[in-house]
């Protein structure tokens, strides 16, 4: 039987008071008896294949005016509840890929349900501003009161954006912006570099860079998809600039019993990356910053060390060039913290975070001396959509009240328990459990065991996702809680016991 979407609005809709973000308690035990989105399905139940029929009929029709392959199936969101997607053909999911992990707080949740029922709000909603020349008269404060309520700590600049690669794309201008003003010394710009830069040649377009890293993906605009490097579709038969690659750590697993290797590992990649800034002037394309990801989602779920991210960050300290962290796809609370490097203990604040994906909004905080200089150079007709904040205040509201970054952690040591676990019984298929709060990872002993897996997973209504050569991803939204947990990595164990 189908579950109808219901639930009451959870607490009260007092202000998120700076910061969200800061330190989150040690996991325990989750009190939360109840989901935390009422009426959602207490289990799987599967109708049919997926994609079923009426998925299949809907692909066809949609093939005619689109080229869309990568379809997996056709959800029904007016069904879709909590943790449990539902598609067209009837058939309840537990939903732990959640969009490419950019659902917050799970499907239909009441709090958002009803964000736009003040005639304000749809006002908001229906007349989209240009927000860089008209914004409304409360837009200063909504930046205040939502997006920097969820402020990386040590950044109070925020730009919101439409999407996760304009916000690299950005991000990137800023670090040229700040490489290029220190050349000038102040001076403005002359008659040359302004006639020049409208034909692309120098010296109004300088040959300048940015320093990316082997799987690393930061979306698929041009500068962005020069610094993406997880999968060859993504960037074949597209002309790109030439900037420098290195590599990022490859950890060998478990952690605790390799220490010196991945010290080692951790030291390699370093001194690679430093090497790559400090030639990089000689090779006549200076490199301006750096971005990295905290956790390389699509090109794997790699993992960095403290020491890795804290060298980073040294480095860039050394040679005077941006620290930009990809927070995309962890940011916004799925390791257990609002942002992932908050864990690194780094000595200083990024000077760039991108953001997007459960932020509901895309979007770049920065420190204040990146702030450009002139007007019109960080712009687009929108730069972002208040609406999207209407939303994300609830979400960040919900968040607190209902301390989700606590059971973030309390449900992700139970799912990085039982993925070792099953890690242990199955060496032959599992190795490398990883993640933080329930941004988790799993690797198959191959590419096509890891695709048999996921099928066979969706086939008894868990719904997750892949990355990498041979990774199974977990991307559950913040309401996933321990039982949810539980009935994952039971499927998972009964596709793994008829393998």
């Avoid at 579950?3 to 308690?25: E, F, M, P, Y």
């Avoid at 949740?109 to 029922?117: E, G, I, Q, T």
């Avoid at 205040?144 to 990137?172: H, I």
């Amino acid at each position: 039987m189908m579950n109808k979407l219901g639930g009451i609005v959870r607490g009260d809709t007092s202000k998120i008071q700076r910061l969200l973000s800061t330190a989150t308690s040690p996991a325990k035990a989750t009190s939360q008896s109840k989901p935390y989105v009422v009426g959602e399905p207490s289990g799987p139940t599967m109708k049919c294949e997926v994609p079923g029929p009426q998925s299949k009929s809907l692909l066809a029709d949609l093939s005619k005016i689109q080229s869309m392959d990568s379809v997996h199936f056709f959800a029904d969101y007016d069904k879709s509840l909590g943790n449990y997607i539902v598609d067209v053909d009837g058939n309840e999911m537990l939903d732990m890929f959640t969009q490419i992990s950019s659902v917050p707080i799970g499907y239909n949740h009441p709090a958002l349900l009803s964000a736009f029922d003040s005639p304000s709000a749809m006002r908001v909603l229906v007349n989209r501003p240009a927000l860089g020349v008209y914004p409304g008269a409360d837009w200063a404060q909504k930046l205040r009161d939502v997006m920097l309520s969820a402020a990386p700590p040590g950044l109070d600049q925020v730009t919101t954006m439409m999407c996760g690669s304009c916000s690299n794309e950005n991000a990137f201008k800023l670090m040229h912006f700040k490489y290029m003003e220190k050349l000038r010394e102040g001076r403005t710009f002359t008659a040359e570099e302004m006639e020049s830069c409208m034909i692309n040649q120098a010296p109004g377009t300088p040959n300048l860079s940015v320093l990316s890293f082997h799987g690393g993906f930061h979306g698929r605009t041009i500068a962005s998809l020069a610094c993406t490097h997880s999968k060859y579709i993504h960037k074949i038969d597209v002309p790109l600039p030439n900037w420098p690659v290195s590599d990022f750590p490859r950890y060998k697993y478990p952690l605790e019993e390799n220490i010196r290797e991945n010290e080692e590992e951790d030291n390699r990649c370093l001194a690679l990356a430093e090497e790559a800034i400090a030639n990089s002037g000689n090779n006549g394309c200076p490199i301006t910053g750096v971005i990295v990801e905290p956790i390389q989602a699509e090109g794997g779920d790699h993992h960095g060390s403290n020491k890795w991210f804290q060298g980073l960050q040294q480095i860039c300290k050394k040679y005077d060039i941006v620290y930009l962290i990809d927070e995309v796809q962890t940011g916004g609370g799925p390791t257990g913290k609002m942002w992932c490097h908050e864990w690194f203990d780094l000595e200083d604040s990024p000077d760039i975070v991108t953001f997007s994906k459960k932020m509901l909004t895309g979007g770049l905080y920065h420190k204040p001396e990146l702030r450009p200089k002139q007007p019109w150079r960080i712009f687009n007709t929108w730069v972002g959509d208040p609406g999207k904040l209407i939303l994300l205040d609830a979400v960040l509201k919900t968040i607190k009240k209902d301390d989700l970054l606590g059971n973030t952690l309390a449900t992700g040591d139970i799912l990085l328990s039982g993925l070792k676990d099953l890690e242990s019984r199955f060496p032959q298929y599992l190795k490398n459990t990883r993640g933080r709060g329930t941004f988790c990872a799993i690797d198959c002993d191959t590419g096509a065991r890891r695709d048999d897996v996921l099928a066979k997973l969706r086939s008894l209504g868990v719904h997750a996702g892949g990355c990498g050569e041979a990774a199974i991803r977990l991307r559950p939204a913040l309401i996933f809680q321990p039982w949810h947990a539980h009935i994952f990595l039971q499927k998972l164990e009964d596709v793994l016991l008829a393998q």
